[in-house]
């Protein structure tokens, strides 16, 4: 991929005028991992759309805490998840947020969430939850509550195909897969609830899994098939900063399966230094550049794939169902383009490494 303007200008210019897919990201990640969601799903769903035109629209809930920043760049470029109310569109993506509440219908945003629910049950061919939106579609859908995990679960983890279900078509029996969260959802739990597990991890568990909920095709990741290769790397660097400033008591687990020996060793040097000199100041030695230069996204031909079979499913389905697409005028480039060609770079410099949050 070149840069992101030139990338949604040419997008752009290949659908202008041209009828597609109608799509909805709701963004609610906190201000320091907006962009760079929005950066990762663009081009996530620009290499797997191929010529296939998609239009895209930012949405994002409107009751997520934001700083000052954060509200004008939303005021700008986004809508109200209210703004879907009357419309109907082809696929939506959700994703979660930095939690805030124990309990998740406790989340300021828990309302508007769970009428988000409902209305794409009813208005989507195939709606997909990513992070904390996992977690809170299937507390309210079925009652099914997440567990806290003792440790943190991040890394890259094989995956083991565990149906040959449509969106997996194309996929070698084994895939891995990017997770960062601290609370998962029990295969039991899943099963006894009528969720079909498409992927799951011996070491993760449970990746991906599917339901129908009336006119849509529910997807829900606990995984991050989304990220880029340092988005792990980010999170980890943000969550040792944490540590130096004492706002959590134990140092952050690294990521398994993702360094290499080399960087996993500098990293533990590193470690060792924080524990016995737990200073803020210490935090500039962390090697970030060093570690990130042999990352390899080495799950992306998965996700592409993901995202490819997914869109063929919607394309399928709308050949059959000629559904209104509402007033959705902005196309995958121009919505994006916005936030990409003016904003995206700088914000991608400021915020590369920020990390986005863990369910």
Sequence with gaps: MGDDGDCAKALADSVDGMAGLNIGLVNNMPDSALVPTERQLFELLNAAAGKLPVHLRLYTLPTIPRAEWGQRYISRFYSSVEDLR???????????????????????????????VDWAKENTTSAIWSCLAVHGAVLYLDGIN?????????????????????????????????????????????????????????????????????????????????????????????DVGRFLRREIESYPTMPKGYFDADAEDLLTAFQRHALSDRRIEVFGSFPVDTV????????????????????SYLSSRADRQQKSPGDFVPSIGSAVAQSGSHHADRHRRKHRLSGPPSA
């Design 86 to 116: 009357g419309g109907q569109l082809d696929g939506l993506i959700v994703t979660g947020t930095e939690p805030r509440a124990p309990n998740l219908a406790e989340e300021p945003y828990w309302t508007s969430f769970v009428q988000l």
């Design 146 to 238: 997440r567990s806290p995990l003792a440790n943190k679960c991040i890394g890259v983890f094989d995956q083991d195909r565990m149906t040959d279900h449509p969106l997996l078509h194309g996929i070698s029996s084994q895939l891995k897969i990017p997770h960062s969260r601290w609370n998962e959802i029990g295969e039991v739990s899943l099963g006894s609830s009528g969720y079909s597990i498409i992927t799951k991890s011996a070491a993760a568990g449970v990746d991906a899994f599917v339901k129908q909920q009336r006119n849509s095709l529910f997807v829900y990741f606990q995984g991050h098939p989304e990220y880029d290769a340092q988005s792990l790397l980010g999170e980890y660097r943000r």
């Design 292 to 311: 990130a230069t042999n990352l390899k996204n080495s799950w992306r031909s998965a996700a592409i794939r993901i995202y490819q079979n997914w869109i």
